[in-house]
């Protein structure tokens, strides 16, 4: 719960999950005071949080905002407890749907857990993206361009990850593609240091995405879109977050 009286929902993943969210558990109904840095802010369907591979976290630690946020918890402690009273202050991650079931889901917000592999093993791993709208740049574009995509002005490409991948659980396959920071939580690369590998080790990422296939499951967030093909609707899936491991998700 911040300052303005709304809640928001903070899911930490991997370590995090069984160490500092084990950690805060304990320490909920004193209603700690929590600083987390190098996390991703999440806006779709409202803002949410989530840790990343270098998030920091602090807890009750003493300093102005420590002391500022604890005089306004305490002043506010009776929205705090009606909040707290009618939210379960743990919750595991959202209930996973079959791959074989998607057709059928009515929601716009949907996991799957399921293992991933690469079958295209020539794929290219990056593109030269704009640096406002993430489309591709113009092949020919200088430092600065206008984007032909987004018309903005003084644009810049950068190199953006992308993998075409396929999800699997025990009910079924589905075809998706990871881009930029999501494509990054898989091969724990960044994009530019992609941009910058040589074919070898660009076939050894992919090798080593495909060797991990049977020991890693992700958990995956999906959202459907429907598009036109040859006179009739087609329901497609469009990843919007990837996480490793046990998720828990706090509020």
């Known amino acids: 719960m911040d300052q303005s009286n709304s809640p928001i929902t903070l899911s930490t993943w991997d370590e995090f999950a069984s160490n500092e969210c084990n950690e805060i558990e304990l320490l909920l109904d004193s209603f700690p005071i ?24 602090t807890i009750n630690k003493e300093s102005t905002h420590y002391t500022s946020l604890r005089n306004w918890a305490n002043d506010h402690m009776a929205q705090i407890l009606q909040l707290k009273s009618s939210k379960p202050s743990l919750l595991k991650i959202p209930s996973i749907t079959p791959i074989i079931n998607l057709p059928q889901v009515k929601d716009n917000i949907i996991w799957i857990q399921a293992s991933i592999s690469m079958s295209n093993t020539t794929q290219r791993l990056w593109y030269l993206a704009c640096s406002n709208c993430n489309k591709s740049a113009p ?69 080593s995405i495909n060797d991990s296939k049977d020991d890693k499951t992700y958990y995956i967030r999906v959202t459907p879109s429907v598009q036109q093909a040859y006179g009739q609707e087609i329901k497609r899936w469009n990843v919007k977050e990837i996480q490793l491991g046990t998720s828990k998700l706090i509020h």
């Not at 929590?34 to 920091?56: D, R």
């Not at 987004?150 to 998706?176: F, W």
Request: with cysteine; charged share 25%; proline share 5%.
């Open 139 to 207: 092949k020919d574009c200088e430092s600065r361009f206008t984007c032909p995509n987004c018309a903005s002005e003084n644009c810049e490409p950068k190199p953006r990850s992308i993998l075409q991948l396929e999800a699997r659980d025990e009910t079924g396959v589905l075809p998706i593609t990871l881009f930029g920071s999501e494509a990054e939580r898989v091969t724990n690369i960044t994009s530019e240091k992609i941009s910058t590998m040589q074919t070898q080790e660009h076939e050894e990422l992919i090798k």
């Open 34 to 57: 929590i600083t987390a840095s190098n996390i991703k802010a999440v806006t779709y369907n409202g803002l949410s949080l989530s840790t990343t591979p270098v998030t920091i976290f």
